[in-house]
Nanobody
Framework: QVQLVESGGALVQAGDSLRLSCAAS????????MGWFRQAPGQEREFVAG????????YYADSVKGRFTISRDNVKNTVILEMNSVRPEDTAVYYC??????????????????WGQGTQVTVSS
């Protein structure tokens, strides 16, 4: 059974940088597309960034494009989200997710089969 564990969440100031990691274990060979989502209090979970199995295709929400970078190391079974120039509106619980059903990009939460427990990111102004 695939397990995803996020780490790296913290309290930071606006303009700072932050690095989130997602460690995958157990049957990771079956995962195609990996994504990062976030959920702020009282809001729906939203897509942030995604990456294909090869790492050659990356996708970003408009709100983070140019500031966040997603990468993947299939040897270490990790997915990284580099967050630069963070803003207070980036405050949320960040989740790592993987799908075994979709080879191509998908931003829909229902398309993902595995989820981590989340890591809190808080950006102060």
């Amino acid at each position: 059974q695939v397990q995803l564990v996020e780490s790296g969440g913290a309290l930071v100031q606006a303009g700072d940088s932050l690095r989130l990691s997602c460690a995958a274990s157990g049957g990771t060979f079956s995962i195609y597309f990996m994504g990062w989502f976030r959920q702020a209090p009282g809001q729906e979970r939203e897509f942030v960034a995604g990456i294909s199995r090869s790492g050659g295709n990356k996708y970003y929400a408009d709100s983070v494009k140019g500031r966040f970078t997603i990468s993947r190391d299939n040897v270490k079974n990790t997915v990284i989200l580099e967050m630069n120039s963070v803003r207070p509106e980036d405050t949320a619980v960040y989740y790592c997710a993987g799908t075994v059903r979709y080879r191509l990009a998908t931003s829909r939460t229902r398309d993902y089969d595995y989820w981590g427990q989340g890591t809190q990111v808080t950006v102060s102004s």
